[in-house]
């Protein structure tokens, strides 16, 4: 059985950093890629970035682009997102997801609540 | 970047009735388009995969069709289960699987 869950969420200055981490088990991230989802409160859903299988290959939204970053822990099954600079508008519910394939996101974490206030 | 809408952005509907959403991405995307449903608190469900791929567990009253740059999502007949929040999600872009705004469901 696969299981996803995401740790790490808080409140977190504007300008700061937070790391949040996915936590796998039942499928090995060196054989799938893991994507983060974000849902700010009462809006919908925003693709935010991926580490493909080979730990190598990462994209990220534009909205994160240069202040996200992805890493992961193979000893451990985690893969991490850090959040760098964050602004008011990182805020939001933060999932990471996977899938048999690529294109299509079956596995789903319940999420972490990220907050950005002073 | 591709875009996707989604209409209604909401509708009305009663335990049986047979209620379509639709999804439009702002270019050619064959097939690699998947709709999810979302319940408030809860992460979303995979319905279905590949613009017409039933996912594993899911009724069938859920069906899927489209492709290129027009899709749908038909339940043909609701049920109180699926009253919820509906969003479609292209994956034709590896840097970028964009979703839609969503369709919410609710009761009449």
């Known amino acids: 059985q696969v299981h996803l869950e995401e740790s790490g969420g808080g409140v977190v200055q504007p300008g700061r950093s937070l790391r949040v981490s996915c936590a796998v088990s039942?499928?090995?991230?060196?054989?799938?890629?893991i994507h983060w989802v974000r849902q700010a409160p009462g809006k919908g859903l925003e693709w935010v970035a991926v580490?493909?299988?080979?730990?190598?290959?990462?994209y990220f939204a534009d909205s994160v682009k240069g202040r996200f970053s992805l890493s992961r822990d193979i000893s451990k099954n985690t893969v991490y997102l850090q959040l760098n600079a964050v602004r008011a508008d990182d805020s939001a519910v933060y999932y990471c997801?996977?899938?048999?394939?690529?294109?299509?996101?079956?596995?789903w974490g319940h999420g972490t609540l990220v907050t950005v206030s002073s | 970047d591709i875009q996707m809408t989604q209409s209604p952005s909401s509708l009305s509907a009663s335990v049986g009735d047979r209620v379509t959403i639709t999804c439009r991405a702002s270019?050619?995307?064959?097939?690699?388009l998947n709709w999810y449903q979302q319940k408030p608190g809860k992460a979303p469900k995979l319905l279905i995969y590949s613009a017409s791929n039933l996912q594993s567990g899911v009724p069938s009253r859920f069906r899927g069709s489209g492709s290129g740059t027009d899709f749908t999502l038909t339940i043909s007949s609701l049920q109180p289960d699926d009253y919820a929040t509906y969003f479609c999600q292209q994956s034709y872009s590896d840097i970028g699987f964009t979703f839609g705004p969503g369709t919410k469901v609710d009761i009449k």
């Open positions: 997801a996977s899938g048999t394939a690529t294109y299509y996101f079956e596995f």
């Open positions: 580490i493909a299988f080979d730990g190598k290959n990462k």
């Open positions: 270019q050619r995307i064959s097939t690699y």
């Open positions: 039942g499928i090995n991230v060196t054989g799938y890629g």
